[in-house]
């Protein structure tokens, strides 16, 4: 078996058996990045020396015995988001291209902590607004499936390295279905965790209320591996909980007997493909032959879920991003005074999606819109989280399509009307704070379809749980071509 075939179990194996160095893996993955990735583009910067160095001290770790854990000397990538202490952090945007942060966001630190292997800074939509990566201000990532499709987005790197075998697990972040999408497009398992149950310190803010960073991994039993090392408290974080339950692979063999599973009627209606249907339909009868009990539900206000997510993400956006303004922050464009070079520093460092929805956010903010718009949007966000309780009084989990089509063309939607709709199933996850993974379902026309299982607040292990019955059903055994590549 090739060595990016192997799960991080195996890969854990073969490292702390000192069968495979440290040093080896990260070689094999380099020069997988090497020739796959001129094809992919999933990668913004490649960190050869630091991971050399990493292997190394990973190596020298385990040679003397002790100290290893699971993810010790096994290769890793972050979205271009996650702050990485001197490696350039750009969030895919001209603003940040020569942002070196002088510190590394929590997750990043666990990581590194646990051993992890760093190979690269992940492609994503500039400042993670988009569903495409064609939002990246420097290239578009390829879908390892069908390059002329995208990956889904933002977090389309992430999902596209892992779906490619150019990095064994990625860390990507998740504002509206941003692991969840690209994980879907790319035939890749992505886990949205609870809000506040891994810390946002050292994510760069897009929509603070809603950004979660998690795992983007071939197999649900790697997910849990990796949320399980970046999860938990942290005092520089606010909004991090704490004692929130870990052991999140705990019970993955468990099974679903017996599990109650909700459709809502409205997630399979018009505007979903029909191959995607069927994927989706396919993994409900696999769930029902496992013994669990499926049902029809309703979340009465999914109608206006996406109206409230536009609103709330881009006023949080305008407030994050008013710090890009050439002096704390970014890029700094010449003018003949202050004003001026705050003006030519915003023009010159943000795209046209990140323009558009400062401004929308500005606008919804302002003094006499205030309560029309957003205020009205928290309101809304309310009756979801409310309609979401009612369903988990009946039900444990909620099964959905995780996005309306498979992965498009590159270039195919050119609308950004039509690109919002199609984060409808994941978006109503981030505004009530609730876990959400995708898993592979099924192929339509050698595309991957994901499906979405939804839980209570911190009940991100009976996720994995229903999901590992799923992946084990054999629902989804296919790779890219591509990804095959010796
Ligand atoms: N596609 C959604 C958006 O454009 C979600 C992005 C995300 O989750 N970061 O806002």
Redesign the pocket.
């Known amino acids: 078996m090739r060595l990016s075939d192997c799960s991080l179990a195996e890969l854990g194996r073969l490292i702390r058996s000192r069968e495979v160095s440290a040093a080896e893996l990260t070689e094999h993955y380099l020069e997988r990045i090497e020739r796959i990735d001129p094809k992919v583009r999933a990668y913004i910067s490649v960190l050869e020396a630091e991971a050399r160095r990493k292997a190394a001290e990973a190596d020298r770790i385990l040679a003397a015995g002790g100290g290893a854990g699971p993810l010790t000397g096994i290769p890793a990538a972050l979205k271009d988001n996650i702050c990485l202490e001197g490696a350039a952090t750009t969030c895919a945007s001209r603003m940040l291209e020569n942002f070196y942060p002088p510190y590394s966001a929590t997750a990043a630190e666990k990581l590194l902590r646990a051993g992890a292997v760093v190979l690269g800074k992940l492609n994503?939509?500039e400042?993670?607004?988009?569903?495409s990566t064609e939002?990246s201000a420097f290239f578009p990532t390829h879908n390892p499936w069908d390059t002329d499709r995208v990956p889904g987005?933002?977090?389309g790197g992430a999902a596209a390295a892992v779906a490619a075998g150019l990095a064994p697990y990625a860390i990507g972040?998740?504002?509206?279905?941003?692991?969840r999408?690209p994980a879907s497009f790319c035939g890749v398992v992505g886990m949205?965790p609870t809000y506040g149950a891994v810390s946002r310190y050292g994510l760069v803010a897009?929509?603070s209320s809603?950004?979660q960073i998690g795992p983007l991994t071939r197999t649900v039993a790697d997910n849990a591996l990796v949320l399980e090392a970046i999860a938990g408290y942290d005092p520089r974080d606010s909004t991090s909980v704490p004692d929130a339950p870990a052991g999140y692979a705990h019970g993955l063999e468990n099974g679903v007997r017996g599990l109650k599973i909700g459709l809502p009627k409205e997630f399979f209606t018009s505007g979903l493909a029909p191959g995607v249907e069927k994927a989706v339909r396919d993994s409900v009868r696999r769930l029902e032959a496992l013994g669990a009990e499926t049902g029809e539900c309703s979340l009465p206000h999914m109608d206006y879920a996406l109206a409230a997510?536009?609103l709330i993400?881009t006023a949080e956006c305008s407030s994050n991003l008013a710090r890009y303004d050439g002096v704390r922050y970014g890029l700094r464009a010449p003018a003949r005074d202050m004003i001026g070079m705050f003006r030519a520093s915003r023009s010159a460092g943000f795209g046209p999606?990140v323009k558009r929805?400062v401004m929308l956010g500005t606008y919804v903010l302002s003094s006499g819109y205030y309560d029309a718009y957003y205020l009205r949007a928290q309101k809304v966000r309310t009756l979801i989280r409310e309609d979401y309780e009612r369903v988990f009084a009946e039900y444990d989990v909620i099964l959905s399509p995780t996005a309306p089509t498979a992965a498009y063309r590159l270039g195919e939607i050119s609308d950004p009307l039509t690109?919002?709709m199609?984060?409808i199933y994941?978006?109503p996850v981030?505004l009530a704070g609730l876990p959400g993974i995708s898993l592979p379902a099924g192929l339509t026309d050698g595309l991957p379809v994901g499906v979405q299982l939804i839980g209570r607040h911190f009940e991100e292990a009976l996720l994995y749980r229903a999901a590992y019955a799923l992946e084990q059903s054999g629902v989804f055994t296919a790779r890219p071509a591509l990804a095959e590549a010796e």
């Not at 400042?127 to 569903?131: N, T």
């Not at 972040?173 to 692991?179: C, N």
């Open positions: 994503m939509d400042f993670a607004m988009g569903s939002h987005g933002s977090s972040s998740d504002t509206g279905g941003s692991i999408q949205k897009f929509a809603l950004d997510y536009y993400a999606e929805r690109m919002y199609g984060d994941t978006i981030n």
